[in-house]
């Protein structure tokens, strides 16, 4: 799945990249800065973002500035908070329930 | 970055397994019951999960449930949340911005 947001956000340069763009449209030479790699790198890494949607360039001539987009973000943000409450309120219940199995191992003696 | 959660969660049955054991803790053969692959390609997704967290297995001999950890899934979800506001209140902006971009492309006459 090559325009998966999350295979996109996978890298940390690239989330590197969409938190610089959080602060703006940058050209390459601007999202290069800081990240001690070279500029055709970013423009890798720019355009599996784009390929994922989550980034926009403009078509123009050289600097084609290279913007944030919404959407995919968005659905990242809504599939993990779709389980926010559930992880949330279960959080204790799971550390219960793998606490008493780790409990009836020790009781029984297992080892690895 | 093997243990990324992004990668882990990069797969769209690995995001299935999480959003079945969103509902409790499951074994192999619970976890396999309607994705229509086999067991051992659910192992392997689920050892995917393990690697980065996202998922905790009883050690118990055969049936080894397997239950989602908070974790990972927090930190997923508190970077995209970081840019949330950002995106939302930078959208109009953005879109004013590259639609501007496209305008001045047209007036210029440029094509690909």
Request: glycine fraction near 8%; proline fraction near 5%; aromatic fraction near 6%.
């Amino acid at each position: 799945v090559v325009n998966d947001p999350f295979k996109a956000l996978s890298h940390p340069i690239r989330r590197g990249i969409v938190e610089r763009l959080a602060a703006g449209p940058a050209t390459v030479g601007d999202a290069t800065r800081g990240f001690g790699v070279s500029k055709p790198a970013i423009s890798k890494h720019l355009k599996v973002l784009e390929r994922a949607g989550l980034v926009s360039r403009a078509k123009e001539a050289q600097s084609r500035p290279a913007a944030l987009t919404a959407g995919p973000l968005k659905e990242v943000d809504e599939w993990v908070g779709r389980y926010r409450v559930v992880w949330e309120q279960r959080l204790d219940r799971l550390d219960k329930y793998l606490s008493e199995l780790h409990e009836k191992e020790k009781r029984h003696g297992r080892k690895g």
